[in-house]
């Protein structure tokens, strides 16, 4: 029995192929899906010009909404410090109690930070003395304690900061509590000489150094003498291993020589005090006045090259950043990272060093200890690990714009895994979410990001039991729905999930596992959709009386434009596609953007729109509601009314959703009646792409009898020949595509002439088809096509085998059975 007969007695379309061969619509969903990823521009993040350590703007009344949790919390500290204190703290008393603050201790606001004064070297006074001792607790942690005490003039290469991407676990309290200088992984280190001979050495190196020190007055003409004395004193510390906390009997009195000249308004001088101490291991409330004293030097950008130009001052505080303890640190790390903040944000050249100097490993470490230091205490310290991991987010959202920086983040699973705990472990706290949020937008627009925030992998990094990174999706979607009314938070987390959503089919179903998740979101495309409609009515008013917009057109304008791309992504999954394309509510929001946005005011709204209604028109049937063919009808009537206003580019996109919508009959009876028909027949004189749409539509078409006649109208069958003729060769699934087409056109056929309209025209496809049918022909075609990729060759080759050249052989045959008007006996 010959393969037509055979197709026809099981009762079948001849050009479905045998279960066996997969089908033209198999390999094209495969190779050319018609679902389509949609792409956008990353949000624009402006420069922090003033360099504040947490935004000055508070939420405003219109956010109440959302309730109290929205809103930054309490108690930030402020941008403009003071030092605590000109002098040093004692550091050999006892410490009692927890290593563990509970909130961070009260920080003085002064005229200090204010910028006044003369240009880069305003610095401004110094208040009382430091918080008593009963008040301080001390630094406890591995890292720091493992920082060598030998070397101030530090490279990337003799950093102490870990670099395996992994965060080291939280060290127990021991004995060693009350002495951040000594590890607690080894004996402690003996002095580098015995007291007697620290002495003498001291009163015969040192000793006069540190007397000018104490007596030395500020004047401008003695800020050079005294910074040459301070570099001499690091030196001979250095020289002879009494950095740290090697230096036993005589600590005290240099530190106390040194925090007499913190408030001196060099800040050449302050940072060469300030390098001093850090490689002294200060600890506790020394250490937040260093730390106060860092970042406000880095307040001004002026002074972002006297960083450079300190040696060794970036790596010195890369790793008292890696090693302190962020529970009894807090204060300080607060103000180290907000200096890291300023400083990755200014000149490249300093982002470079830093990253040179380990300041990326640090923030990781960090960022690891803080977020664990959390989830073992259940939060007891969260408001004030909060402020830490703001400054640290910061920082590495401004290291994330270097280049090369992207690999270290794919190479550590801990700091990416860290960042997504922290959004998890303070859902309520907004700048906190901001700055992850600018961090994941600018990395997730590469494959290879997407694919660790969708792995279980969190680098043995010690922030849960399981990856952190696994969660973001589903987390970042509760985020969107909590923070709806903060449009710089929603716009960016649409963004990272539309990115997640185009990438990784792990990530959609982890998003929308269920019809309320998907609800949650489309109650935020509503509420963006009320606020543009809400700013256009009042501009359309034009009174003056007339109150101004809660929030800026272009943001709201925006945040519809993630929203819906996120939508169209993550329809791409069977399983959330159907879920959308079942939602009445999301249908609506979709056909209102096309039918009520202008193009040239909102063309990626539209585009988006459209886009998205494609993905969701290939899952619509009669299944998932009875009134389908209803809604199918209305989609189409809506793109119709876009299609007449549509520019070339915008045409093709909204014709591509006909070609799902026109399985259904009431569609194709509409694309007639609205003389769409007559557009398909000009897209064939179009681009590829807007010939293989028009094509499929036309397949779909023509199956009606009734409907075959539109293909004789302004010259459909020889635009179709010329279409196969003309790009065929190079196409074999657009050729499959127009061959069906044909077929269905061809349907009941008596002559070819009167099919086609003249035996000239039919020649012409037969022609072609005796020549696309050819095996020597076609293998040498798809070899010139292939080149040297013996792979493209093959999948050439497959392609035609197992699909075009069935339906091009059966159509040949019709064609030559009717290409005389005699019929054969």
């Not at 506790?284 to 060794?312: H, I, M, S, T």
């Not at 960090?366 to 991991?389: K, Y």
């Not at 290939?618 to 189409?636: G, W």
Request: net charge neutral.
């Amino acid at each position: 029995m010959s393969s037509s007969r055979k197709s026809k007695a099981q009762e079948k379309p001849f050009y479905e192929a045998p279960e066996s061969r997969p089908t033209s619509a198999q390999i094209i969903e495969e190779t050319r899906t018609w679902l389509r990823e949609v792409k956008t521009k990353r949000p624009f993040t402006p420069r922090d010009g003033e360099r504040s350590l947490f935004a000055s703007r508070q939420v405003s009344a219109d956010f109440s909404e959302i309730g109290a949790g929205v809103a930054a919390p309490v108690g930030r500290p402020p941008s403009a410090v003071s030092l605590g204190g000109r002098q040093f703290e004692s550091e050999s008393r006892p410490v009692s109690g927890s290593a563990v603050a509970t909130r961070l201790s009260p920080i003085r606001a002064g005229s200090a930070g204010s910028g006044s004064g003369s240009g880069a070297e305003a610095s401004g006074g110094l208040p009382p003395k430091p918080p008593s001792a009963e008040r301080r607790r001390p630094r406890g942690s591995a890292s720091e304690q493992q920082r060598s005490s030998q070397q101030p003039h530090r490279s990337s290469a003799g950093s102490r900061v870990q670099r395996n991407g992994s965060v080291g676990e939280l060290p127990a309290e021991d004995s060693a509590a009350g002495d951040p200088g000594r590890r607690r992984d080894s004996a402690p280190q003996p002095p580098a000489m015995s007291e007697d001979a620290e002495t003498e050495w001291f009163n015969k190196t040192l000793a006069p150094a540190v007397d000018l020190l104490s007596v030395a007055e500020q004047t401008p003409e003695s800020a050079d003498n005294t910074l040459e004395l301070v570099r001499h004193l690091h030196s001979e510390l250095q020289a002879a291993g009494m950095l740290g906390r090697n230096c036993r009997r005589h600590r005290s009195r240099i530190l106390r020589a040194v925090f007499r000249l913190l408030d001196w308004p060099q800040p050449r001088l302050q940072l060469a005090l300030a390098g001093l101490c850090l490689d002294m291991r200060v600890s506790a409330g020394n250490l937040a006045c260093v730390a106060k004293l860092l970042f406000r030097v880095a307040k001004l950008e002026a002074n972002d090259a006297l960083f450079l130009a300190q040696p060794g001052l970036l790596a010195g505080i890369s790793d008292t950043l890696a090693g302190a303890d962020p529970a009894a640190s807090h204060e300080a790390l607060v103000y180290l990272a907000g200096a890291l903040k300023f400083l990755t944000g200014g000149a490249a050249g300093v982002s470079r060093e830093l990253l040179r100097s380990g300041c990326f490993e640090a923030l990781t470490t960090c960022l690891g200890r803080a977020v664990e230091w959390n989830r073992q205490t259940g939060g007891r310290a969260a408001e004030s690990l909060a402020h830490v991991l703001v400054q640290v987010l910061g920082s590495l959202r401004n290291l994330a714009e270097q280049p090369g920086t992207r690999q270290q983040f794919v190479a550590t699973p801990a700091c990416l895994a860290g960042v997504c705990a922290a959004m998890q472990q303070y859902p309520a706290d907004y700048e906190l979410q901001l700055n992850a949020s600018r961090l994941l937008s600018k990395l997730s627009q590469h494959a290879d990001v997407c694919a660790a925030l969708c792995s279980n992998d969190d680098g043995g990094g010690g922030v849960g039991s399981s990856g952190q990174s696994a969660l973001l999706p589903s987390a970042a979607r509760e985020l969107l729905a909590r923070h709806r009314s903060r449009e710089d938070l929603v716009l960016r987390l649409a963004f990272v999930l539309g990115n997640l959503a185009g990438r990784a089919e792990e990530a959609r179903t982890a998003m929308f596992p269920d019809k309320p998740a998907l609800d949650s979101v489309l109650a935020v495309l509503k509420f963006y959709q009320q606020e543009s409609e809400a700013a256009a009515a009042a501009a359309a008013s034009g009174e003056a009386s007339q109150p101004a917009p809660r929030r800026d057109p272009g943001k709201v304008r925006d945040c519809l434009v993630k929203l819906v791309r996120l939508l169209a992504n993550a329809a791409i999954s069977a399983e959330v596609g159907r879920m959308c394309a079942g939602s009445r509510t999301c249908l609506r929001l979709l056909v209102t953007f096309v039918e009520s946005k202008s193009i040239a005011d909102n063309r990626e709204l539209v585009s988006n729109s459209v886009a998205a209604i494609n993905n969701l028109t290939y899952y619509m049937s009669t299944e998932l509601a009875s009134d389908m063919p209803e809604r199918m009808l209305r989609v189409a009537q809506a793109l119709s009314l876009l299609i007449q206003r549509a520019d070339t580019d915008l045409l093709v996109e909204a014709i591509r959703p006909f070609g799902n919508l026109s399985r259904e009959k009431a569609v194709r009876d509409w694309i007639v009646t609205s003389r769409i028909d007559e557009v398909l027949i000009t897209l064939l004189d179009s681009s590829h792409e807007a010939v293989y749409s028009a094509a499929g539509i036309l397949l779909n078409l023509v199956a009606d009898p009734d409907k075959r006649q539109v293909l004789k109208k302004d010259g459909g069958v020889e635009k179709l020949i010329s279409a196969l003729t003309d790009l065929g060769q190079s196409d074999w699934q657009l050729a499959c595509v127009i061959c069906q087409a044909l077929w269905n056109f061809t349907e009941g056929m008596t002559s070819c002439a009167d099919s086609f309209g003249s035996e000239q025209t039919a020649q012409e496809l037969i022609s072609c088809l005796e020549l696309f049918t050819d095996e020597e022909a076609v293998e040498e075609s798809n070899r010139l096509a292939a080149g040297s990729d013996e792979d493209t060759f093959r999948h050439l080759q497959d392609v035609w085998e197992s699909d075009f050249a069935y339906i091009g052989t059966h159509l040949l045959k019709r064609l030559r059975r009717h290409q005389s008007q005699f019929e054969p006996l």
